[in-house]
């Protein structure tokens, strides 16, 4: 079946360690971006990219990393950086040309112990 | 000004009544609307899209697009418990960057 599958879904992390969170989509969608949630918040953006190769900060990219070397998987860094990361974590996908919506995976749930 | 702004609720409505919920967003070039619904703990699901000013009618829910006001809503009619949600306005604005407001928390009390 087609979908978006995000890795893994719940995560502890160390203060001062790097995570990666996963996101692979078999959609064939161009456009993939990363959200973040915190309780009773709607979805900020932390990175988005439309093509291989290519992407874009959002409105809190500090503290984030992204890559796009694939057109299927989109992974998000978690660096030592980012001061405050317990969050839960959504990855969407869309198609570039048209009026079309975003899916999104089921989340990653992050937790700094 | 935020990009894309909700009322803030949380909106409780009773059984049966019509739920109406606003967003504005702030870029004029935006061309693409979305309202979503969240369970807690759960990913968003796409309710309606809009794309073009006037209504859109799917079911229960009607969207509302006016560009010149830069406004879209959704109505829910016949609200049911289960309609008890966060729901979410996302916008596409240039580049294909897709903006969420804060979401409006709607309680449908039976």
């Known amino acids: 079946d087609g979908g978006i599958t995000q890795s893994p879904k719940y995560l502890f992390r160390k203060e001062g360690q790097n995570v990666t969170l996963s996101c692979e989509q078999n959609l064939n969608h161009d456009a993939m971006y990363w959200y973040r949630q915190d309780p009773g918040q709607g979805l900020r953006l932390i990175y988005y990219s439309q093509i291989v190769n290519d992407f874009q900060k959002g409105d809190i990219a500090e503290g984030y990393s992204v890559s796009r070397e694939k057109k299927e998987s989109f992974p998000l860094t978690v660096t030592s950086a980012q001061k405050n990361p317990t969050a839960f974590y959504l990855c969407a996908s869309r198609v570039r040309q048209g009026d079309t919506e975003a899916f999104f995976g089921q989340g990653t749930r992050l937790t700094v112990v | 000004q935020k990009e894309v702004e909700q009322n803030s609720g949380p909106l409780s409505v009773p059984e049966g009544a019509i739920a109406s919920l606003n967003c504005t967003y702030s870029?004029?070039?935006?061309?693409?609307f979305f309202w979503y619904r969240q369970y807690s703990g759960k990913s968003p699901e796409l309710i309606m899209s809009i794309y073009s000013n006037g209504d859109k009618e799917d079911g229960r829910f009607t969207a509302q697009l006016n560009k010149a006001s830069q406004y879209v809503s959704l109505l829910i009619r016949d609200s049911q418990p289960s309609d008890s949600a966060t729901y979410l306005c996302?916008?596409?604005?240039?580049?294909?960057?897709?903006?969420f407001g804060k979401g409006t928390l709607l309680t449908v009390n039976p």
């Open positions: 870029d004029r070039g935006s061309q693409s």
């Open positions: 996302a916008v596409e604005g240039s580049n294909y960057k897709l903006t």
